[in-house]
């Protein structure tokens, strides 16, 4: 390798490694060529990055919503049971039979013993 | 040297070969020829296929008034290798289950792992429980079929068995309805049967709820039908009694009671003859109120009309068998009556003499008529036909006998249906107790038709016994029902009880009746009170009479039936 030929440049790797890189000086345009994929793929990193990022927080919502919802299915079919049992605990303080003896025995309560028909004077 | 290592080392090669070649074989054999075999046992031990129990259907009054519902419960289980003080455990568990406590340490201390403490228990006893945090009590989560108004209705509803199968009334008879389907999940699990968490989990088929039945009964008239009969019986000392209540312009049964009643929350306490609906089921001789139908076929047939005057002497003699009345006639009483006036008074004498009169061929067909000898199709398990002979088989005696209501058995739902077709002016009528079925959503509806099949008597002649029943209670034997202002239709009946050996009949003991409707010419109820064995007092109008007035005062209040004339102040 010629180390005069002034088109060849010595650069550091010459120290580090002991041998030379030879390379072409790039022209202005692929200088812009490189730097334009460059941004190119930072850019596209960056979106990924983004996009991963968004992903992951719908993911993460999705799942709260999720065990939320769980939480709140499992709420409701423990109202839905409690819901059952009032009713019947409702039904059965409410039969004719208890009525009945708390108005007679608790109240003193009596049925009417005759009763009077009224006629209305324009029927 | 060289040669002997060569050969070794292609032995070992050899051998290699062999056994590489045998696993390979024996690979092909597990993973491609028995491919199928090894899939389906593997997924046989992760699939677990569990069963989604359906709702059962409610059981309604007719206006949406739940009978029979079912609410979640808990049944409570110990598995006793887990319990490390067995006496601490029955001590704090005892008086929650309100079990015995040395009982419960029997169970505690078994050699089993499973063990049922309490079936179905309460969501408020579960609670207890839980809140103790005790080892070894675990829990599994059902539903409890229950009767929120207990006793009321409990012959018509019926009951469950411990798996929710229905075992009498309407939960048996209707079990197909309101049982629903049951689904089944699969999941993959572990040999425990835990759901692995990256498992799947298919529904194969969904549940599908029970349907809602909903009844032609109405709770209240229920309620106080049950309260009046229990009132009648305990009154008289009576060993049981019936009630019916009876639309007869489209068959709604509106109440019907069975006393001594029972409560289905708790049936296994209650003798079967108990839970059993003697108002279907039980075949008595109706007695004096089967006139009405002897009644009812001679006027047909023209026979005589109710002004027909007969002498009706006070015995009667046929085939060595004196036909006599319940009372001994005064001396100043006269011996000639009209048609109308021996049923208002109730005389057996006269009424043999209609239905001899009548011929037996003509009585036997005018019972068929009336839907005695046969099931009234009534939508409640256990019904009877009854009890009637084919009048080439009556003897000489039958056809007189059987127009006062003896030597023929019919069941208090015949009655009543029969004495409907009266009230109605005629109309044939079938009783139903299921108005219609409904989905969980409540849209869909399916009806159970009103089985109204059309005229089967005229409706004059039917207009004359409506007239005569309403003299029985304004001047005949049924006064004591009278309600001032209303018109009511009725006819006592007191019946000799047949022996259950079935060689004549039982000393002093005899079934009590009452059958009657209101408004007496354009009738809305029917009425009939059947008492078992009363003590003391007999007749039909001293013992079912009473009865029947409360049941229809508390109608007429309920239903706000305008009085027919103001009674005199």
């Given at each position: 390798m010629d180390s005069n030929n002034p088109n060849f440049k010595r650069d550091f790797a010459t120290v580090t490694y002991g041998f030379d890189i030879i390379y072409r000086m790039p022209s202005k345009a692929q200088k812009k060529q490189q730097q334009r994929r460059l941004r190119l793929i930072v850019s596209m990193y960056l979106l990924s990055g983004c996009f991963a990022l968004i992903g992951l927080h719908f993911g993460i919502q999705t799942q709260s919503i999720n065990h939320k919802m769980n939480l709140i299915k499992k709420d409701m079919r423990k109202m839905k049971r409690e819901n059952e049992s009032l009713e019947y605990a409702v039904l059965n303080e409410t039969r004719l039979e208890k009525i009945d003896n708390i108005a007679r025995n608790q109240l003193n309560m009596i049925p009417p013993k005759k009763i009077h028909y009224i006629t209305p004077k324009n029927p | 040297m060289k040669k002997a290592t060569t050969g070794r080392i292609n032995i070992v090669k050899l051998a290699t070969i062999i056994v590489a070649g045998l696993i390979l074989s024996r690979l092909f054999y597990l993973q491609v020829w028995q491919h199928g075999f090894y899939k389906n046992k593997s997924e046989n031990q992760i699939d677990k296929i569990i069963t989604i129990d359906a709702k059962r259907g409610r059981i309604y009054d007719r206006n949406k008034v739940p009978l029979s519902i079912t609410t979640p419960a808990k049944s409570v289980f110990a598995n006793p290798r887990e319990i490390k003080d067995p006496l601490m455990t029955a001590k704090y568990l005892s008086p929650i289950l309100n079990i015995d406590q040395g009982r419960l340490l029997n169970k505690l201390q078994s050699r089993g792992s499973f063990i049922w403490l309490?079936?179905?228990?309460?969501i408020e006893v579960a609670k207890k429980i839980e809140a103790?945090?005790?080892?070894g009590i675990h829990f599994i989560d059902e539903k409890n079929r229950v009767f929120p108004h207990e006793t009321l209705a409990a012959d018509i509803i019926g009951f469950v068995g411990i798996d929710n199968q229905g075992l009498g009334g309407i939960e048996y008879k209707m079990q197909s309805l309101l049982k629903g389907k049951s689904g089944k999940l699969l999941f993959q699990g572990d040999p425990r049967r835990r759901r692995l968490i990256s498992g799947q989990t298919q529904i194969i088929s969904p549940s599908v709820d029970g349907k809602h039945v909903v009844t032609t009964i109405d709770h209240y008239i229920q309620y106080v039908t049950e309260r009046a009969l229990e009132k009648g019986v305990k009154a008289r000392s009576a060993k049981a009694g019936q009630v019916i209540v009876m639309n007869p312009n489209n068959g709604d049964i509106l109440a019907m009671a069975d006393y001594p009643r029972y409560n289905p929350n708790n049936w296994q306490v209650s003798p079967s003859r108990v839970r059993k609906n003697s108002a279907i089921s039980d075949i008595v001789e109706?007695?004096?109120?089967f006139k009405l139908i002897t009644i009812s076929a001679v006027l047909e047939e023209g026979i005589v009309t109710p002004g027909t005057v007969m002498k009706v002497p006070e015995t009667f003699l046929l085939y060595n068998k004196r036909i006599s009345e319940a009372h001994k006639r005064e001396e100043d009483e006269p011996d000639e009556y009209t048609a109308s006036e021996i049923i208002q008074k109730s005389f057996n004498v006269g009424t043999s003499i209609l239905a001899m009169e009548l011929g037996k061929e003509k009585f036997h067909r005018y019972i068929e008529l009336f839907?005695?000898?046969?099931?009234?199709?009534?939508?409640?398990?256990?019904?009877s036909a009854g009890l009637m002979r084919h009048h080439r088989n009556w003897n000489g005696l039958d056809n007189a006998m059987m127009s006062f209501g003896q030597a023929i058995g019919v069941t208090p739902i015949q009655m009543v249906t029969a004495i409907s077709k009266i009230a109605n002016g005629g109309l044939d009528i079938r009783p139903r107790v299921l108005q219609y079925t409904i989905d969980e959503d409540g849209t869909y509806r399916q009806g159970s038709p009103i089985r109204k099949k059309g005229r089967m008597f005229r409706e004059r002649t039917m207009r004359q016994v409506q007239e005569i029943m309403h003299q029985t209670v304004e001047v005949g034997t049924?006064?004591?029902?009278k309600i001032p202002g209303y018109d009511i239709a009725g006819k006592t009946g007191t019946a000799q009880k047949a022996r259950a050996d079935g060689r004549g009949y039982a000393e002093g003991e005899y079934i009590s009746s009452f059958v009657g409707f209101f408004p007496?010419?354009?009738?809305?109820v029917v009425i009939l009170v059947l008492i078992d064995t009363p003590q003391k007092y007999y007749y039909g109008s001293q013992v079912a009479g009473p009865v029947f007035k409360e049941i229809s005062e508390a109608i007429i209040d309920y239903y706000n039936i305008a009085p027919e004339m103001l009674p005199v102040q």
């Open positions: - | 309490s079936r179905k228990a309460s103790l945090k005790l080892e109706p007695g004096s109120i839907g005695f000898g046969k099931k009234t199709g009534i939508e409640l398990p256990g019904e049924g006064q004591i029902v007496a010419y354009n009738a809305e």
